[in-house]
């Protein structure tokens, strides 16, 4: 994606105010073909000739045209479309105006029939050329309009978006029913955007090439400019490049652009923003209409027709608002006929809604000042009420005096809608209704300025719903959607006149009280909010039971800012959870201290699951023995750039406290299965991977099925991935759910393992009925080997135990070579540690198998390793977390 500064480029002065004629801003060079030509290569020559439209002609008759444009309406997918004859695909009769057509005239034609070329005939009644949109923008005489303007008023939707790996057939279908010539192309990660368009296709179909994905064919980078820049410049850039659409980037308040596409300009948008230019242009115009009448009758019918023409409606009154003429827009856009408005004064259009002095203040200003511009709703002759944006001019003789007003409006009924649209996407909820956080935030400053002022209390209330999760896993989103909206109904409903509701998002809510009396009136209103909560709901034929849990912060003890009313609102509802759910709790300063570091660990790791700023590193497991490398295990590991190195002992209870854990364990899910597929392209040779499991991870049902669609699709096989699971989480009956999802796990061929084993709830049962594959003897045991006898002979008893059931063992912490033949002699080869290998980066583990080759069995370990090793790793022991 390039960037293009503002003031990189210039565009040529341009005269003004003329409305030429067409013939005169054409070229002569048309491309023609006969009927019978291949599609194949009418593109071709299109392509050689760089031009955007071919003519079918026939014994010199013309029977039709076929232009880029038509691109989108091709099915790339058919087998013998390149062979397709053009007479087939082409458009006819073709849409042509004489050379002596006037510029606008052309131009509204265009508008009217949504054309972006034009065929100009030449007094020969041959064609002459064709008028593009490009043409118009430079012969318009409005760049002062253009200079004026800037790059954003012309761009407003986002831009069609296409992944890279989308057919052409699809990303065709996709043009097609958006509507749009182009589109811009995400080409993967760390690689810019790249854009689509009907050229490009014009191309393809040249090149008869095979319907291919998007990405084998736009190699295309992305041209961008700021929206701050003027269309000016725009338009000079787009001319001096030969391109189509420019890239349009957000910019900051300074002005400065982002790297963030808000949409796409291209010669059709900029046309549009023209449009509005000439609602000046023709105020000009009848400004000067008395001086045109008595110039000449020839000036006369030259604004006659720019008045007919005019998208916009045009009514002409005399001193005392009698309507004395209108053009066609007006009938268009009133229902009014001319004859049934002429005589009539504009109360005719009136809606109602505009109080008298409206109407006094507006005819006040057209009196003295001659002017007034603004906003109105009138009504149209079928009851219709809209919107328009309202010029009224008064047309004044030499000596001053007023001879009539002219008044141009617009329909801005759609454009109201979508602010309004706009406007309740900014500040409310889309779901339940209530206001958003930037709609709380602003109450939230007003009551704190009127507390402030005023020297009253006030407070906030977090409401967070306990447990509500479980809806979602269980009934689905959809059901999960309509306890919210019951939530926000029965809140709404129990508030205090006054307060207000907000929704944060997820299932956590706000109740702002602008005025507090005393706590006690708090805790009263808190009360009730969870006794309506806690009554039972149906939703999908369900009897449900929803509790919630609020922290309480009062201005002006708790807090004096907005932030810091929610952040400590927000901690006193944890501990509200803390203590045992469906409660509130008031905050205190000892409350916030204590939470501090876990607020700014949280902080860093919601933070660093949003920006994927965590990265795993890889372990081995050895077979001493045999020197083969029989496997490795994924390590999650965080590197803040605040905190620094974070253990997963510190960051993953909180992950699982927070509820983060799912979100946590799916991202190292596809990290590692990614990881997979760029190690097997290296080599066949791979070693399984173990991951470790949360105790969470397994309450949902849901997780077998989703690990085998994962693997599913990277096409890889189940046996290269291991479950790691701490005793804890297998202390079930063969009832539980878990229970069915391991089984369902090892059906499926993922292979099972029990980490950390003997520090939990060792039991000789569930070793005998969970279809478990490995035992892991947790470091612990291992630490203080070959010289504690205790140690020694609780690792035999484990050993022994695992061989009798069949299961294969793995020993952790291995820091020593005596360590690791101890255990190869107690019947243990497989071992884990520092002293043989430490973690390491993908790059390390690739480098490896790179240099392992295209062995059948498990590589040797090498004699030189030298993984990536953290400055955390270097002094902590070899067990990982």
């Not at 040797?860 to 902590?876: G, S, Y």
């Amino acid at each position: 994606m390039k960037l293009v500064n503002s003031s990189d480029h210039n565009m040529s002065a341009i005269k003004l105010g003329d409305d030429p004629q067409v013939g005169g801003l054409v070229n002569s060079g048309l491309l023609t073909c006969e009927p019978e030509l291949p599609l194949a290569d009418v593109a071709r020559r299109m392509r050689k000739a760089s031009v955007s439209c071919i003519l079918i002609v026939q014994d010199q008759e013309l029977l039709g045209i076929w232009s880029e444009g038509d691109t989108r309406r091709l099915d790339f997918s058919q087998p013998d479309l390149l062979q397709t004859p053009i007479h087939k695909l082409m458009s006819s009769p073709v849409i042509h105006v004489s050379h002596d057509t006037l510029l606008s005239q052309a131009a509204s034609l265009m508008k009217s029939k949504r054309m972006r070329r034009l065929l100009v005939m030449g007094a020969d009644g041959k064609p002459l050329g064709m008028l593009t949109q490009s043409d118009i923008v430079r012969h318009q005489g409005v760049e002062n309009y253009l200079l004026m303007r800037n790059v954003g008023s012309s761009v407003h939707a986002a831009p069609l978006r296409l992944y890279a790996s989308l057919s052409i057939a699809e990303a065709v279908t996709r043009l097609r029913e958006a509507g749009t010539e182009a589109a811009i192309v995400e080409r993967g990660r760390g690689q810019p955007p790249g854009i689509i368009t009907e050229r490009d296709l014009i191309s393809l179909l040249a090149e008869e090439l095979p319907a291919a994905a998007l990405q084998e064919v736009v190699h295309n980078e992305l041209l961008c400019v700021p929206r701050s820049m003027s269309l000016l410049k725009a338009v000079d850039l787009l001319r001096e490049k030969g391109f189509r659409h420019l890239g349009v980037l957000e910019c900051d308040a300074n002005g400065e652009p982002l790297d963030k596409l808000c949409g796409l300009l291209s010669f059709n948008d900029i046309l549009a923003s023209i449009e509005y230019e000439y609602v000046n242009q023709l105020r000009a115009a009848i400004e000067a209409r008395d001086y045109a009448l008595k110039a000449s009758q020839e000036h006369l019918l030259l604004a006659q027709k720019v008045i007919e023409t005019s998208l916009d409606g045009i009514v002409i009154t005399d001193p005392n608002g009698v309507i004395q003429a209108v053009n066609p827009s007006f009938t268009t856009l009133t229902g009014y006929s001319a004859e049934e408005a002429i005589g009539q004064t504009p109360a005719l259009v009136s809606s109602g809604l505009h109080g008298e002095d409206f109407y006094k203040e507006m005819w006040s200003n057209l009196k003295t000042q001659g002017y007034w511009q603004g906003e109105i709703w009138n009504r149209r002759k079928n009851g219709e009420i809209y919107a328009e944006w309202l010029t009224i001019t008064a047309i004044r003789d030499l000596e001053g005096e007023i001879l009539q007003f002219a008044a141009i409006f617009s329909d801005i009924t759609d454009r109201k809608r979508k602010e309004e649209q706009i406007h309740s996407l900014a500040y409310y909820d889309d779901l339940t209704g209530l206001a958003n956080r930037r709609l709380l935030l602003d109450r939230l400053d007003l009551s704190l300025a009127s507390a402030k002022r005023h020297q009253h209390k006030m407070a906030v209330l977090f409401l967070d719903l306990d447990l509500f999760k479980r809806i979602n896993d269980t009934l689905g989103h959809q059901a999960g959607d309509e306890v919210l909206k019951e939530v926000a109904r029965r809140l709404e409903t129990n508030i205090n006149d006054g307060d207000s509701v907000a929704r944060l998002g997820g299932d956590e809510f706000t109740v702002l009280v602008p005025e507090v009396e005393t706590l006690h009136l708090l805790e009263t209103e808190a009360s009730r909010l969870i006794s309506a909560l806690i009554q039972p709901l149906t939703i999908m034929q369900k009897t449900l039971v929803v509790s919630t849990s609020i922290g309480i912060s009062v201005y002006p003890d708790d807090g004096v800012t907005a932030e810091s009313l929610l952040k400590h609102a927000d901690t006193a509802m944890y501990r509200a959870k803390e203590t045992g759910r469906n409660n509130y709790c008031f905050y205190n300063a000892v409350m916030g201290e204590r939470n501090y570091t876990d607020l700014a660990v949280e902080h860093g790791l919601r933070k660093a699951l949003e920006n994927q700023t965590l990265y795993i590193a890889y372990q081995p497991k050895i077979d001493v023995a045999t020197r083969k490398w029989v496997g490795m295990e994924a390590l999650l590991r965080w590197q803040d750039p605040e905190l620094g190195e974070v253990s997963p002992a510190e960051f993953i209870p909180l992950a699982e406290r927070l509820g983060l854990i799912e979100s946590l364990g799916d991202w190292v899910i596809d990290e590692v299965c990614q990881q997979l597929v760029a190690w097997q392209k290296i080599s066949p040779c791979v070693p399984p991977v173990s991951i470790n499991v949360s105790a969470r991870q397994l309450v949902d049902a849901q997780f077998a099925q989703r690990l085998f669609a994962r693997l599913k699709g990277y096409h890889l096989e189940p046996g290269l991935i291991e479950l790691e699971l701490t005793e804890s989480c297998l202390v079930l009956t063969e009832e539980d759910i878990q229970h069915q999802l391991l089984k369902d796990l090892h059906a499926g061929g993922v292979q099972i393992s029990i980490d950390d084993f003997g520090t939990g709830y060792s039991s000789l049962s569930y070793l005998r009925k969970l279809p478990l594959s490995t035992i892991k003897i947790d470091a612990s045991f291992v630490r203080e080997l070959p010289e504690n006898r205790e140690d020694g002979q609780l690792v035999r008893a484990i050993i022994g135990m695992a061989q009798a059931l069949g299961l294969q063992i793995v020993a952790e912490g291995v820091e020593t070579q005596a360590q690791a033949t101890l255990l190869q002699g107690l019947g243990s080869p497989v071992c884990q540690g520092f002293w043989l290998a430490r973690p390491a980066s993908p790059e390390a583990i690739q480098a490896w198998l790179h240099k392992a080759g295209d062995t059948s069995l498990w590589p040797d370990f090498p004699d030189t390793w030298q993984p990536l090793v953290t400055q955390a790793e270097e002094n902590k022991p070899s067990s990982p977390e």
